[in-house]
């Protein structure tokens, strides 16, 4: 699956944990606040388990073509659309949270970000499995990527109207998408 004038290969990306500060150092998606993250505090928050970090890579190759940072965030229950889901999660709702996706400028527009993005979801799911949370939640950037997260089933929070509204993927999405 080689995008036409590119050397990206979908067939041959792996996605792991951040193995070293190395394999993020150059990476450059073009958002400055996403390369400022990446570039100082990446490595060091994933070191110290304020969050986690995958990054999609070559076969045979360290650099990050791609990456994604998970850790888990607590919001309002007045967040929710559903009125009963407001009260069951009255005390607080749990999530795992989206910190960052972003693919290398490069990489751009050949699907690498809907493959980070599937793993992310499957890496969610794996874990209700075993925890119980309400499901997963991000920032959006940009009304582009609220389109796009739209499309993948995430809900612009209740009584979000900022520039960067609160979107959530309730658990029993993840359920349907993977769970069979």
């Known amino acids: 699956m080689t995008a036409a004038g590119s050397s990206l290969d979908l067939d041959r990306i792996k996605i792991s944990p951040l193995p070293s500060k190395e394999s993020i150092h150059k990476f450059r998606c073009g958002e400055a606040d996403i390369d ?26 360290q650099t990050a073509r791609g990456f994604y ?28 949270y989206l910190g960052y996706l972003a693919v290398q400028r490069s990489c751009q527009c050949e699907g690498l970000g809907t493959l980070l993005l599937m793993n992310c979801l499957q890496r969610a799911y794996e874990v209700s499995r075993h925890v119980a949370f309400y499901g997963m939640g991000l920032r959006s950037l940009n009304e582009k990527t609220t389109r796009l997260y739209q499309k993948y089933g995430f809900g612009i929070a209740a009584g979000e109207d900022s520039k960067h509204p609160l979107m959530i993927l309730p658990i029993w999405t993840l359920d349907d998408l993977f769970g069979g």
């Open 36 to 61: 400022h993250w990446v570039g100082n505090k990446a490595a060091k928050w994933h070191t110290q388990n304020r969050s986690k970090v995958f990054i999609a890579h070559d076969e045979g190759s």
């Open 69 to 96: 940072s998970l850790s888990f965030s607590t919001e309002e229950g007045s967040k929710l659309a559903s009125h009963q889901d407001r009260s069951i999660w009255s005390s607080g709702v749990p999530l795992i």
